[in-house]
């Protein structure tokens, strides 16, 4: 392979997005605007809605995070040149937090269990140590410590690379991927039961933890398509990235749509042959009524209509028609998000709420606003990273 020749660092000039920023900021406003009023006039409805787009923004931080960690804990390549996008994505949890107040809040309208006195439920009493207030708030603070504090370290150090290209720095985030893998699976997991499995204190699957680290991992994945495309079509990258970094991103979603289909399956099978009706009752919820419609329709979107398009090779060396389906299964994640939390509420149908899209826009639109800024403040690739110019020139 030819020498490659490196790159100038290049930055995202994001103040000249005034009329999207503008925009987004509005469609913010507006957003909120409508979760207070619905929080006055439905808080229940409210607090399952704002529960619901929380997660599914948290979660996508989660999956970025994750990529950061395992492109230094695997040496991978091909992902330097996107990495400080991730790292970008992952650095939200700086600001995440907030969006949990009103989760806080309103608390006591989201998990029964919280309600409850000792001696009122004995399913509840015996998992007394794991679902009980304290803990489950120093659980939090813990989540949101954690992630915040590990996301902006390899942040700064990935640009403190930008300006000494101390080679070391490499070597010292990947060592310190090893701690911090586990203590993330770990954290993931129990967020995840935390916040979701909880609904249902009666419920319980071992798979949980995976399966939310799945779509986790398939959103992050989509969203990072997206955004590479879009910076691509202005101009932005074309020394650095090729059709060869599509590629992998379109096989890397094609694996994890796979994943995700085998997690939800193994769940679904292994808890409805067993038929133990604390187990059961999770996908009776949302196998009845218009419920199983919706269910039906996430594991023909969420599965078999991406899988047969990414089977191609020449659909992931589009970018175009990739981010297509990026798009659709971000979709497919956010559905797949409502399906666990809102049969809650609505234990007998599917009812949409303006509150969802409000939600969804009070904390999405600000979100967006802080990643834009985000990448007007770094380059937009790690511009002396040691395995810059193998990520430049790789084939696959």
Not at 40 to 52: G, H, I, N, P, Y
Not at 232 to 260: C, D, Q
Not at 289 to 305: C, E, P, T
Request: net charge positive.
């Amino acid at each position: 392979m030819s020498k490659v020749k490196l790159p100038k660092e290049e930055f995202f000039e994001y103040r000249n997005l005034g009329p999207l920023m503008l925009g987004l900021a509005a469609g913010g406003v507006v957003g909120l605007l409508v979760c207070l009023i619905g929080a006055l006039v439905s808080t229940k409805q409210f607090a399952f809605s704002w529960l619901a787009a929380f997660v599914f923004f948290f979660t996508i931080c989660v999956g970025s995070f994750f990529w950061v960690l395992v492109h230094y804990a695997v040496e991978a390549e091909w992902s330097v040149v996107v990495r400080r996008l991730l790292e970008n994505l992952a650095g939200l949890f700086k600001w995440i937090w907030i969006f949990f107040i009103p989760i806080a809040i309103f608390h006591e309208q989201i998990y029964a269990w919280m309600t409850l006195a000792p001696g009122e439920d004995a399913l509840l009493d015996n998992k007394a140590a794991l679902l009980n207030m304290p803990f489950f708030w120093v659980r939090v603070i813990f989540y949101f410590c954690f992630f915040g504090i590990m996301a902006l370290f390899y942040r700064r150090m990935s640009i403190k690379q930008d300006s000494n290209g101390d080679p070391f720095i490499t070597a010292r985030a990947r060592g310190i991927s090893f701690v911090t893998l586990p203590i993330f699976a770990v954290s993931l997991t129990l967020a995840a039961i935390d916040w979701l499995m909880a609904l249902n204190h009666h419920w319980f699957s071992t798979m949980w933890g995976v399966y939310i680290f799945s779509g986790s991992a398939l959103g992050a994945i989509c969203l990072l398509v997206i955004i590479t495309t879009l910076l691509w079509n202005a101009g932005y990258l074309r020394n650095v990235i090729s059709l060869e970094h599509f590629h992998i991103m379109g096989k890397l979603m094609l694996a994890f749509t796979v994943f995700w289909a085998y997690i939800a399956f193994g769940q679904f099978f292994l808890i409805w042959y067993a038929n133990i009706p604390e187990e059961t009752v999770w996908f009776i919820k949302r196998n009845t009524g218009s419920w199983n419609a919706l269910s039906i329709f996430m594991v023909v979107g969420h599965f078999f209509i991406p899988f047969l398009i990414l089977l191609f090779q020449s659909i992931k060396k589009k970018p175009a028609v990739l981010s297509g389906v990026a798009c659709w299964l971000l979709f497919m994640h956010f559905v797949d998000i409502y399906i666990v939390v809102l049969p809650v509420l609505h234990p007998f149908g599917f009812k949409p709420s303006i509150l969802d899209l409000a939600a969804f826009l009070a904390i999405g639109c600000p979100l967006a606003l802080l990643f834009l800024q985000s990448l007007g403040k770094s380059s937009l690739f790690p511009a002396r990273d040691p395995r810059l110019a193998k990520s430049i020139g790789i084939q696959n």
